[in-house]
């Protein structure tokens, strides 16, 4: 059985080494090395996500992860008194991890792997040689801008939220730092996200439909809403436009859209990665019954993988979105009278458990 993924990325790795773990031949293509990995970017993790993630996938490192206890949401118009307050006095809520730790992580131990070879993209040959001729079981294409993605995934539910995303990390005198904070102001959300007892990543939406920022004022946004730290310095900032997207059709004969290609959220639920961790699950479950059952790895194991993820990842993506809504016309109104009421919604224990259920397994609980 062989299996060709196309996309050098935490998705395309993720998938490759939970595929090896099956003994499957994997044929990894990219277009060019990653050189510079963005030092500020980071992943929320949910617990069930990581338990599947660790055991199926790969273990990462345990110093590599800084679990999180409790998640406060505040707004900016009642002088950042508590909207909403998630925690479980059991055990961590969501874990945090550097994209660029997990990378490293995952490509220095696949790399070994006799099953994984990874080939570099020939533009000139790569589609006409290298796809036609190795005849393979399943294609799957977690990369956004190639031949594949143009000719044959295409058609999708787009949506500009005129926003940028600006990432960092603060590094700040040594705390007890388990508590994310996430602060709703006029300008968008600002969430703290903890990666130690040192240090916080920051990410910061910003409406740029009306007003454009320049770096020192993204910073002295941050600044002003810190909530506890004592900054010592910040990282580089780091920026990328927001949109929303879901791709109408997962598959194409044998080959099948993967990761951001199906779908891509707003970040301020932090479910972007979580949502591609599930669509893994899927898959690999739909994978190892085909093997099981001793059957060929054909284009019916796609088909069965759009019927069971393609509406679930729609309603939970829309879901995403009338949060940022939900906000966003907080934002344009003068009155505290919503935000009052939000925080009565929030004092719902049945409303925080069931929120909590469905950022943790989305919505197959």
């Not at 705390?175 to 996200?193: D, H, M, R, V, Y």
């Not at 879901?319 to 929030?346: A, H, M, P, Q, T």
Request: aromatic share 10%; hydrophobic share 35%; proline share 1%.
């Amino acid at each position: 059985m062989n299996i060709c993924i196309i996309g050098d990325g935490l998705t395309g790795l993720s998938l490759a080494k939970n595929l090896i773990n099956k003994k499957i031949n994997i044929h990894f293509y990219h277009k060019s090395k990653i050189k510079n990995l963005s030092s500020s970017r980071t992943i929320g993790i949910s617990k069930n996500n990581l338990e599947f993630f660790r055991k199926e996938i790969h273990k990462i490192p345990k110093k590599s992860l800084w679990g999180i206890k409790k998640i406060e949401i505040f707004s900016e118009k009642l002088e950042k008194e508590n909207l909403f307050k998630f925690e479980n006095d059991e055990d961590n809520l969501f874990y945090m991890v550097k994209n660029d730790d997990l990378y490293k992580s995952l490509i220095s131990e696949i790399s070994k792997n006799k099953l994984f070879k990874k080939t570099l993209i020939n533009e000139n040959s790569f589609y006409s040689n290298s796809i036609k001729k190795n005849k393979y079981d399943l294609i799957i294409n977690c990369d956004s801008s190639n031949f594949l993605t143009k000719k044959f995934f295409m058609k999708t539910i787009d949506k500009d939220y005129d926003n940028l995303a600006y990432t960092t990390i603060l590094k700040h005198k040594k705390i007890e730092n388990n508590i994310a904070t996430q602060i709703f102001t006029k300008s968008g959300p600002i969430a703290f996200l903890p990666i130690s007892d040192s240090e916080t990543s920051i990410v910061c939406s910003l409406d740029t439909k009306k007003k454009k920022y320049n770096d020192s004022e993204v910073l002295d946004l941050i600044s002003k809403n810190n909530p506890k730290y004592q900054i010592q310095k910040m990282l580089k900032l780091n920026r990328f436009k927001l949109s929303s997207s879901n791709l109408r059709n997962y598959y194409h004969k044998n080959i099948l859209a993967f990761g951001d290609l199906l779908h891509r959220i707003h970040p301020l639920a932090g479910q972007g990665f979580n949502m591609t961790i599930r669509d893994i699950k899927i898959l690999s479950e739909i994978i190892q019954n085909k093997i099981d059952l001793g059957m060929q790895l054909d284009s019916s194991i796609l088909n069965e993988f759009e019927k069971e993820t393609k509406n679930k990842n729609f309603i939970f993506s829309s879901s995403v979105d009338f949060i940022y809504e939900v906000f966003n016309f907080d934002k344009k109104i003068r009155s505290k009278s919503f935000n009052k009421f939000l925080k009565i919604v929030g004092k719902n224990k049945n409303l925080s458990g069931y929120l909590i259920k469905l950022a943790d397994r989305g919505l197959n609980f």
